[in-house]
Structure formats: structure tokens, C-alpha cells
């Protein structure tokens, strides 16, 4: 166990694991995603529910749900640790220092980016996996099977106005910590090559900075504008 505690009080090591730990919630993403694009489907809600009782049911995905707890968690914890680490190294700031010239508003504020997400995660999880697991959901039935239906539960949230605003912020916020942790989590790993790097920043920018946020802050403005008949 002597690795364990060598990697947890290195600076390189915490940086490795809040790498490993970022680009897992990130391979996440693309999965979520997908499964709530089943929110678009004009089916009263049936394949978003038999999508999340396949998530809440299927042993494996139950598995993997309990690491990516635990890795929100560490992600979070290791970059408290390192944000506390590196102002303990630098107790006295430049006094005409221009970060702003070697660095991007992003990089420069991913601490509160971070801050941000994690309490929109927990908003989140509350509002849908609190009450798919342990409130009182309402049960739909197709073709003679019941589901929970979490679809009335999502519609019951994004019709209501500043949850919609609050999960688009937050989107905006996921765009601009991904636009610089993705190719960051890859570069701490010690991934940089010319050949793998403009692919590393073309996924990390396009797909995981601007499309997969956008998809995501989509689906509330939808609901929205369903359920208040607008559209």
C-alpha cells in the first residue's frame, strides 16, 4: 500500500489521479447523453423510462455507477488538494504578473467552474436519482410492464423556469471546464504527441467543450417549451 499513500501526497500522483478521474466522468458524458436524448421522442415518455429502468436495473451499470460516485468525489477532493498546494507554494502573487498572457480564462478559473458543477451534481441527483430511488415516482405501463416514470418527474423540473436556467448555466460552465480539463487530463498523463495532440483538442473543444453541453442544455429548453405548449 506504500504506492497508495506515495501517489496521494505526491503532486504528480494527485494530478494523475484527478486526470484519470476527470476523463472517466468525461467518457460518462457521451453515455448520458445519449440515453437522454431519448427526452426528444414524441412517446409520452416511454423510451426515456425503459432507458432508465435498463440504468437502474442492469447489474453492470449499477457497478459502474458506484465508481462514478466515487469519482466525482476524489475529482473533487484532489483538486481542493492541489488548489490548496499550489497557493502554499506561491503565498505572495506577483504584483504585475498578467496571467491573462499565458493562459485562458478557463485554465485560470477552473476552480470555480469545478465549484460551480458540483453543485449543479448535486442539485441534479437530487432532483432525478434521489426520487428515482427513493422518492415517490409515479409508475407508467407499457405493453403490460410497469416502469417508474421518471419522464413526469423531468417534466415536472424543467417546467419550471429557473431550474431550466440554472441546468443551462451549467452547461455553460460543463463547456468551459472540459474546453481545458479534457486536453489537460491528457497532457498530465504525459499524452502529447503531434500526431494524437490536434485530435486530443478537436474532441475536447468540439465534442466535449461545445456539442455534448449544447445537446444537454437543449433537452431542458425543450421540455420546457413542450410542456407550457410553446412548442
Do not use: C
Not at 35 to 64: C, V, W
Not at 80 to 95: E, F, I
Not at 184 to 191: A, D, P, T, V
Amino acid at each position: 500500500m506504500a504506492w497508495v499513500t506515495q501517489t496521494l501526497s505526491s503532486s504528480l500522483g494527485r494530478k494523475v489521479i484527478m486526470s484519470l478521474t476527470g476523463l472517466f466522468l468525461s467518457s460518462f458524458l457521451i453515455v448520458h447523453v445519449a440515453g437522454n436524448l431519448q427526452l426528444f421522442k414524441s412517446d409520452d415518455g416511454r423510451a426515456f423510462n425503459e432507458y432508465t429502468y435498463f440504468m437502474t436495473h442492469n447489474p453492470l451499470i449499477i457497478t459502474i455507477s458506484y465508481l462514478l460516485y466515487t469519482s466525482i468525489l476524489v475529482h473533487a477532493l484532489m483538486s481542493v488538494v492541489l488548489t490548496r498546494h499550489n497557493q502554499a507554494s506561491r503565498p505572495v502573487k506577483y504584483a504585475y504578473g498578467r496571467p491573462e498572457a499565458n493562459s485562458t480564462w478557463s485554465s485560470r478559473n477552473m476552480g470555480i467552474l469545478g465549484t460551480v458543477l458540483f453543485l449543479f451534481i448535486v442539485i441534479h441527483m437530487r432532483t432525478f436519482w434521489y426520487e428515482m430511488h427513493f422518492g415517490s415516482v409515479p409508475m407508467a405501463e407499457y405493453d403490460g410492464k410497469q416502469y417508474k416514470d421518471l419522464y413526469a418527474v423531468v417534466q415536472e423540473a424543467f417546467a419550471q423556469w429557473w431550474y431550466v436556467l440554472l441546468y443551462v448555466v451549467s452547461m455553460v460552465a460543463l463547456g468551459y471546464h472540459l474546453v481545458h480539463g479534457f486536453q489537460s487530463g491528457f497532457q498530465s498523463l504525459g499524452i502529447r504527441h503531434k500526431k494524437y495532440t490536434p485530435i486530443i483538442e478537436f474532441l475536447g473543444t468540439f465534442v466535449f467543450a461545445i456539442l455534448i453541453p449544447a445537446l444537454f442544455a437543449a433537452m431542458p429548453i425543450y421540455v420546457f417549451l413542450q410542456v407550457h405548449g410553446i412548442i
